[in-house]
């Protein structure tokens, strides 16, 4: 029993949980901007900056705006930060074996969509015109990329015939499994706000996002949280479509290399494109995002 | 493919960030924190009345002489007072305004001091050497060396003492008719 | 917790995010701040980033004499910045201002009216010494050694 709880709290603590997720995370973000600086030529942060930002963030004086309730504002980035938490505890990544259960890639998915209920509640509540429409768009864009992924997820589900993430991971690859990866990783983008997608961040127009208003030891957590929703969001994307192999430590290679390769083409994709306005981009994700799912759910139900 | 091309071409080349220690090079005319010395400066105030932001003014050594004194967080960096200086005292040469947080870095206060004249003892601030020579263009002989420390009054006497000297006694010391 | 304390201290030096205001400059010195984020200077190398709210920064740029019209904005600004926070004077005119001293719009030199770090000489000074200034702010900010961080540790 203690044994258990011992278990129960390495996992939680430290892998797959937030010590571990929270280092991982700030590597992944601190590549990407090294590497987006060296794509515009200049030289970039230095080492592990993103984690020298929240330790800096831990040590200042909170200011909270009038009329902004107290609880709600220190609530949200912890309740984004348990979020992440909890979905990073259910992934089978290498380091973690976990049982699989009927549905828990429906959990996943409800527990990704977390924080971003999270970052747009911190925007409406925040007594800032410029935090209120950056709510606004999240909450369009969420709308916009949520179509395309979670049909890739219904479709592949389909064809394999279950919800459980074991089942998920040993099917065979096929038409629905490319157009599920197309789906997933053009979603990507949009979950971590960069360009094209990075339109609740847009800094010449809104100033400077959902969390404009937020600032010290809470801005800290949701930097947290955003680190671990990036290990969350790759893991993911690790399990449902990237095969496993029997040797441990080739595994953990493997999946490092897939980390640092997504990462590597998001910050590609980031470097090279403007930023779209929040029309276009929802065309974008319902036109194509609509026509790859509907092709993909075709293609489970007849196949 | 332009942004393609132009990203890779990045990637390869490498960052072309200067190190914080790495200055970009000063072109000739670049104008930074200006330099007096003392030794050359007359007092003529010339600096003074072009400074457009009154960075430099002139104030009272107790008696003993007057002070130029240089503020350089109110300097627009113009450069006409090195352009005005009628005895090249103020230069330009290239150097850095500081990065201080210590506001009385920026404080320059040189001293001109008085010295008694050679003929009545008033005070005045003789003319440097080193403007004597310029204007002349070569070493001062004796007489303007003596003629140095004298003030307006004395010199006049003492010249026109010379003028007087080369009628009454021609072929004498200075010179004959 | 001396550990926790100095890791605060290298991270404060590490990221110094920094709030720019123009309470009333020509714009010379707001264009000589445009490169330090340009790949040539980069003020990222120093883990400097430009925040958009005052909420998010450090450090307070100011370039500018203190003009009426700016006057309560700029303090606003400054209330807003939670602790510990420094604030950087750039060019001569937040010094004395320059041309622009005596004029019935223009208040007085920056220090009389919040509280700065490091002065920035030049008209207008060239990017590298603005990094230079931000960087030692930075340092102040590590060391404890801000004019905020002074008072408080008096008042405790």
């Given amino acids: 029993m203690l044994m258990e709880f011992w278990q129960y709290a390495f996992e939680m603590l430290v892998w797959p949980g937030i010590i571990g997720a929270a280092a991982l995370g700030f590597f992944y973000l601190w590549i990407a901007r090294k590497l987006i600086a060296r794509l515009q030529g200049r ?261 | 493919m332009g942004i393609l091309d132009i990203v890779w071409r990045n990637f390869a080349h490498g960052s072309r960030t200067r190190r914080l220690k790495d200055m970009p090079p000063r072109p000739p005319p670049f104008r930074g924190l200006i330099e007096q010395d003392v030794s050359l400066c007359t007092g003529c105030r010339a600096c003074a009345y072009v400074c457009a932001p009154n960075a430099i003014s002139f104030g009272d050594a107790h008696e003993a002489g007057i002070t130029w004194n240089f503020f350089a967080g109110q300097c627009s960096f113009c450069g006409l007072c090195v352009q005005y200086c009628p005895t090249h005292a103020i230069t330009n040469n290239g150097k850095l305004p500081p990065v201080t947080g210590d506001q009385s870095k920026l404080r320059v206060t040189h001293e001109i001091l008085y010295h008694p004249c050679a003929g009545c003892g008033r005070p005045i601030i003789p003319i440097p050497e080193a403007a004597l020579e310029q204007v002349y263009g070569a070493s001062l002989t004796d007489l303007e060396t003596e003629q140095r420390m004298l003030c307006d009054d004395c010199r006049r006497k003492a010249a026109s003492g010379h003028i007087r000297d080369a009628f009454l006694h021609p072929g004498g010391k200075h010179g004959g008719a | 917790m001396n550990l926790f304390a100095r890791l605060l201290a290298i991270s404060r030096r590490k990221s110094p995010w920094i709030y720019t205001v123009n309470s009333g400059s020509c714009n010379g010195c707001d264009i000589e701040i445009g490169p330090c984020v340009s790949p040539r200077y980069d003020g990222e190398q120093l883990g400097m980033l430009r925040q958009g709210s005052p909420k998010h920064a450090d450090i307070l740029v100011v370039t500018g004499t203190m003009t009426r019209r700016s006057r309560e904005a700029v303090m606003s600004i400054y209330a807003q910045m939670p602790g510990p926070k420094a604030v950087v004077a750039i060019g001569s005119c937040p010094a004395s201002g320059n041309v622009f001293a005596g004029s019935p719009v223009v208040d007085g030199p920056l220090d009389s009216f919040i509280p700065v770090d490091v002065w920035v000489s030049g008209c207008p000074p060239r990017p590298q010494l603005i990094l230079e200034g931000v960087a030692q702010a930075a340092q102040l900010l590590a060391d404890g050694k801000t004019a905020y961080q002074k008072k408080k540790a008096q008042s405790c």
Avoid at chain 1, 183 to 211: C, D, M, T, W, Y
Avoid at chain 1, 267 to 285: D, E, I, N, P, S
Wanted: aromatic residues 12%; glycine residues 8%.
């Fill in chain 1, 43 to 303: 030289k970039g942060p230095p080492f592990y900056q993103p984690f020298f930002d929240f330790v800096k963030l831990l040590g200042k004086d909170t200011v909270i705006s009038q009329g902004v309730s107290p609880a709600l504002f220190y609530m949200l980035p912890f309740l984004s930060l348990l979020a992440t938490g909890f979905g990073l505890m259910i992934v089978p990544v290498p380091g973690h074996t976990v049982g699989s259960f009927p549905g828990d890639i429906v959990l996943l998915l409800y527990l990704l969509e977390v924080p971003v209920i999270c970052d747009v509640m911190a925007g409406y509540v925040s007594k800032s015109i410029y935090g209120q429409v950056s709510a606004m768009r999240e909450a369009v864009m969420s709308l916009a990329y949520n179509l395309p992924l979670l049909a890739a997820v219904i479709a592949l589900a389909q064809s394999v015939g279950s919800f459980r993430i074991s089942d998920l991971q040993a099917a065979p690859y096929g038409l629905v499994t490319g157009l599920a990866v197309i789906a997933f990783f053009v979603a990507i983008p949009a979950r971590l706000k960069s360009n094209p997608f990075s339109i609740p961040n847009a800094e010449q127009e809104i100033v400077a996002g959902a969390h404009i208003e937020y600032n010290s030891a809470p801005l800290a957590i949701f930097e947290l949280s955003h680190a671990m929703e990036v290990v969350l969001l790759f893991d993911t994307f690790f399990v449902l479509f990237v095969p496993r192999l029997s040797n441990p430590i080739a595994n953990a290679v493997l999946y490092l290399a897939v980390g640092l390769g997504l990462i590597a083409l998001v910050t590609l994709v980031a470097a090279t494109t403007a930023r779209l306005t929040v029309k276009r981009a929802f065309r974008f994700y319902w036109l194509w995002g609509g026509l790859a799912a509907t092709a993909a759910m075709v293609v489970a139900v007849i196949g």
